[in-house]
């Protein structure tokens, strides 16, 4: 089993071998923390999250509920890494993945953005700036290339799911479902 120094993880959460979740970090229920990965103090994981092999989620990243991150994923929360000069830690930058976002495998998420809720970040994209709700993004640096569903299929020009039938609209901040 994974080593917890935290106190504060929910009934059902599974800490894989030699994954590490600090003290002072919060997860929630039915969370899924795999291998090798590593949950910093001041972390927050909520209901559901899924930290694959390998990911390291540091102090000031807040994962909302039904979050996924894909194997080697990465955060950062220093925007400016000098030993000689180093940044306290009450001046990181916060990161937040709004509810049901998903980052692929070997993605990185600079410090400071916000991933809106339901984005689908692709394998290997670097993101430096905020994502819309429902954006796909790939590349680096990280761009749009469409939108995608609740359940992860990519939407028509008509922001209609072919796979569940689901329909949306744009907002300021991205998609919206639109009500049946």
Known sequence: MGMADSTDIGEGTRIWAHAHVMK?????????????????????????????????????????????????????NDLRPRVAHPVNPNDFAKTLLKRGAS???????????VIGQNALIGAGTVVIRDVPAHALMVG?????????????????????????????????????????
């Open 24 to 76: 002072g970090a919060k997860v929630g229920t039915h969370c899924n923390i795999g291998e090798c990965s590593f949950v910093e103090s001041g972390a927050v994981l909520g209901n559901h999250v899924t930290i694959k092999n390998g990911v390291q989620v540091w102090d000031k990243v807040t994962c909302e509920d039904y979050v996924f991150c894909g194997p080697n994923a990465t955060f950062t």
């Open 103 to 113: 980052v692929g495998a070997n993605a990185t998420i600079v410090a400071g953005t």
């Open 140 to 180: 680096n640096p990280a761009r749009q290339i469409g939108w995608v569903c609740d359940c992860g299929a990519n939407l028509d020009s008509a922001l209609a799911c072919p796979a569940c039938q689901k329909r949306y609209e744009k907002h300021s901040d991205g998609l919206a479902p639109i009500a049946a």
